[in-house]
């Protein structure tokens, strides 16, 4: 009850609802407050006032008219603007959310609603194990997802259950703090080669019990595939305006799940959101190995990103692989002691080597010194309108990042033909391994539009090269960094994947493999094929990755994801 006095001085009623599991004890209550009490000063008001013993430490006000969390503790009622037409909501900041994987696997586990985004994805994935979690964010599903889902509910005869993984028990999805995480930077996992998946010392880190080992495994394999019905029934985007869909979800990373509208128990995606991926090892990153090529595999099946026939075999072939690696539980799951990596003995293998100097460089101060420059016969192709394309030999030199080319090699010391410059350009592969076709296409941005010219290779090699130097010049690197090595010998990898030779013995009877081929391509090809037609090719495809670890096919499959040229292109819709 409040006095005459009360209301002679500037004092005012707060209304705060209280959040809690009490069903006896009330949630609305009436603060009599002034403008100078700070937020901390109310919380103990409230408290008083509920007279029920509970730990209030995770509880924060929330302002739902103003959508904001009043978090600083320190600050008044008037320096956050808050008056008598306030409504504050006093409850948890952690609280349960869905998060769909990127493998199409649904888990549920208590994040920080009141962190930035950018904080609460820090912490998810601490909880599932994946190091560098700037790499992903949280995305909302698109209305076009939603209504598709919503219709194939409505069809289905049967009441939709959802197969969620519960991981609210973890101690760091609790809200504890000080938990260190799930993985420690200083110790070295050892893991197994065949399957990819850490070994019982490493799972053992965060969790001696069987259950969490058993949900980092769950996480770590890949899953059998969809049947082609379900890929049917799922949302695939076929305009760019659909793609540019897709990325409308993106959370804003420095503001809160709540202030974005995100309440307990919803559902988002967690995703890869920028497509550069650091210092992925297979000793530690085998949750996140496999989780980029769940991404990259659902990417392709349902044809966020083109890809030629000749590349969608290759996918599936590997996709088929690991079905047929992971059949073989006993092999996928019971390892010992003998195909586990010695580190010591490895460790000493590598200091011999480097003692003996076996790959070492003679001149380091000559390699740091040293402009590399690539130089070679090469065709060069200008279309032309309404006439034939004209294509003629020069003499080209790739240096820093720009192409010259010469009428030959002798003239080479003089002023070029052209110059163009790459930085910025658009760099397009066409290629044919089949038909011996090793093409470079460069949109060269130009004041009157694009300057469209292709650069012809006369094997994979020089290809190989060629291709990778561009691709570098195009970001404005030259060939003295130290990724245009590792680009080369990708884009070689992926061409030796592609030519495969026919093997009867192989393909011959594709009805003894226990594979449904349409599981393992897109709608598009499906139609095109009948099973049989596409097991055969996928089996001819299979014989250049049939030796591969079951590690260093994810490896190889995001490595050929990576080589698409549509790869890391983003659409956005702009008003």
């Not at 949280?138 to 209305?143: A, D, G, I, V, Y």
């Not at 088929?320 to 003998?338: G, M, N, P, R």
């Not at 293998?349 to 590399?372: Q, R």
């Not at 049939?546 to 040229?565: C, G």
Request: hydrophobic content about 35%; glycine content about 4%; overall charge neutral.
């Amino acid at each position: 009850m409040s006095s005459s006095g009360d209301y002679g001085s500037h004092s005012w009623e707060l209304e705060v609802t209280v959040e809690h599991q009490h069903e006896n004890v009330k949630k609305d209550f009436k603060l009599r407050v002034t403008g100078d009490l700070h937020i901390g000063g109310v919380m103990l008001k409230l408290v008083e006032a509920i007279e029920t013993s509970q730990d209030w430490s995770d509880y924060a006000f929330w302002w739902e008219q103003k959508k904001c969390w009043l978090l600083k503790t320190h600050w008044t009622l008037d320096k956050y603007g808050v008056q008598a037409d306030a409504k504050l909501v006093f409850t948890t900041q952690h609280k349960m959310l869905r998060l769909r994987l990127p493998n199409m696997k649904t888990v549920r586990l208590k994040v920080s609603f009141s962190s930035v985004v950018f904080k609460a994805v820090s912490d998810i994935c601490k909880i599932l194990n994946i190091r560098r979690s700037e790499e992903l964010s949280l995305l909302r599903q698109s209305e076009d997802m939603l209504k598709k889902k919503k219709k194939k509910d409505k069809n289905s005869k049967e009441p939709a259950t959802e197969d969620i993984l519960n991981l609210c028990d973890s101690p760091v999805s609790s809200g504890l703090s000080g938990n260190p995480g799930l993985y420690s930077k200083t110790m070295t996992p050892t893991y197994n080669p065949s399957t990819g998946t850490p070994a019982s010392s490493t799972l053992t880190w965060f969790s001696d019990s069987p259950l969490a080992e058993q949900k980092c495994i769950f996480l770590a394999l890949s899953h059998p595939n969809c049947s082609p019905e379900t890929l049917a029934e799922m949302y695939q985007p076929r305009t760019l305006v659909d793609k540019a869909k897709l990325n409308a979800g993106w959370l804003d990373s420095s503001r809160s799940l709540m202030e974005q509208g995100i309440r307990e128990d919803d559902q988002l995606l967690l995703r890869f959101k920028y497509y550069s991926f650091f210092d992925l090892n297979p000793k530690y990153d085998a949750v996140r190995i496999n989780q980029i090529y769940e991404q990259a595999r659902w990417a392709i099946l349902l044809e966020e990103i083109d890809c030629t026939e000749e590349e969608m075999l290759i996918f599936a072939a590997l996709q088929a692989y690991h079905v047929s690696k992971l059949s073989l539980s006993s092999e996928a799951q019971d390892f010992t002691s003998e195909s586990e990596v010695d580190e010591v003995e490895a460790a000493l293998s590598n200091l011999e080597v480097t003692l003996e100097g076996g790959n070492t460089k003679n001149n380091v101060l000559e390699d740091i010194t040293d402009i590399p420059k690539l130089a070679d016969n090469l065709r060069l192709v200008r279309p032309k309108k309404l006439t034939l394309k004209a294509i003629k030999t020069y003499w080209f030199v790739f240096k820093d990042t720009s192409v010259s080319y010469f009428k030959n090699q002798e003239s080479a010391q003089g002023e070029p033909i052209e110059k163009l410059n790459l930085r910025g350009c658009e760099v397009v592969p066409d290629v044919n391994v089949a038909a011996k076709k090793f093409g470079i296409k460069l949109l060269i941005p130009v004041a009157d539009g694009m300057n469209e010219v292709y650069l012809r290779c006369d094997n994979e090699n020089q290809y190989a090269r060629w291709m990778a130097a561009c691709v570098l010049a195009s970001k404005g690197k030259t060939m003295a960094d130290s990724s245009y090595q590792p680009e080369v010998q990708k884009i070689l990898s992926f061409l030796k994947m592609k030519n495969w030779t026919m093997s009867p013995e192989a393909v011959s009877d594709p009805e003894n493999i226990d594979m449904k081929p349409e599981c393992f391509v897109s709608l598009r090809y499906m139609k095109k094929y009948k099973p049989k037609q596409l097991a055969a090719r996928i089996l001819e495809a299979h014989q250049n990755v049939s030796q591969m670890t079951l590690v260093d096919a994810k490896l190889r499959f995001i490595q050929a994801w990576q080589s698409l040229p549509e790869f890391g292109l983003s659409y956005y819709i702009v008003r």
